[in-house]
């Protein structure tokens, strides 16, 4: 069955350090997304990417994020310059169809460790 | 801004007992989603429910759409031990990019 599949599956780096959470999303797929969950929170949204550009981000997703598709199959998230409070369980997703209705797939997650 | 609030947040209970969980918002929402995480996964469709007063059966899990669109629920009938896990409801924002905004989750326990 297709899968989201995401790499590293845990990161630990430092503050200040630049980090890339890669994912390659199911090879049909068009929408993209990002989401992060801070221990004990909710999951919460970061940004959506369609047609090779953001189609929408949040409050979250400044200018120390960023997101790009280099080739046909991976989808990446930037952080420049990593803060504590970064740290997170980072979720790509993608799905086939836009609209308000089509099942959206998760990958496993990549554990991102601030120190 | 679109909030969803989830009730309760940890449920705990013996194997058999049934259970319910709500879902709500003062907003309407195109659709409502329900997920199902495990620890260290990444979140899992169960159901979308899309019409208001809509009603759907996963073999013990029934889900419910409120009549206006702002809540839904999610009851287990004879809870079992592998019901044990995290339940989150989400719903689809008020853009059509497809971004999901998620309640706080359920976390459940059924116990043997």
């Known amino acids: 069955e297709p899968e989201v599949t995401q790499t590293p599956s845990h990161q630990v780096t430092q503050m200040g350090q630049e980090v890339i959470l890669r994912c390659v999303p199911i090879?049909?797929?068009?929408?993209f997304y990002w989401y992060r969950q801070i221990l004990g929170q909710k999951v919460e949204f970061l940004v959506s990417?369609?047609?090779?550009?953001?189609?929408?981000k949040s409050e979250i997703f400044d200018d120390q994020f960023s997101v790009e598709r280099p080739d046909g199959s991976n989808f990446t998230l930037k952080i420049r310059s990593t803060k504590l409070e970064d740290s997170a369980m980072y979720f790509c997703?993608?799905?086939?169809?836009?609209?308000?209705?089509?099942?959206?797939?998760f990958g496993e997650g990549s554990r991102l460790t601030v120190l | 801004t679109q909030l969803l609030e989830q009730s309760p947040q940890f449920l705990s209970i013996q194997e058999g007992e049934n259970l319910t969980v709500y879902c709500n918002s003062s907003?309407?929402?195109?659709?409502l989603q329900w997920y199902r995480q495990e620890p260290g996964e990444g979140p899992v469709l169960l159901v979308t429910?899309?019409?208001?007063?809509e009603v759907k059966k996963l073999k013990r899990l029934t889900f419910q759409f409120g009549d206006a669109r702002k809540d839904s629920s999610l009851h287990i009938t004879a809870a079992q031990p592998g019901d044990t896990g995290l339940y989150l409801c989400?719903?689809?924002?008020?853009?059509?990019?497809?971004?999901?905004?998620f309640g706080q989750g359920t976390t459940l326990q059924v116990k043997p």
């Open positions: 997703a993608s799905r086939l169809t836009g609209g308000s209705v089509g099942e959206l797939f």
């Open positions: 090879s049909n797929h068009l929408y």
């Open positions: 990417f369609y047609n090779n550009e953001i189609s929408e």
């Open positions: 907003s309407v929402f195109s659709s």
């Open positions: 429910v899309v019409t208001g007063g």
């Open positions: 989400a719903g689809h924002g008020s853009s059509n990019t497809g971004k999901l905004i």
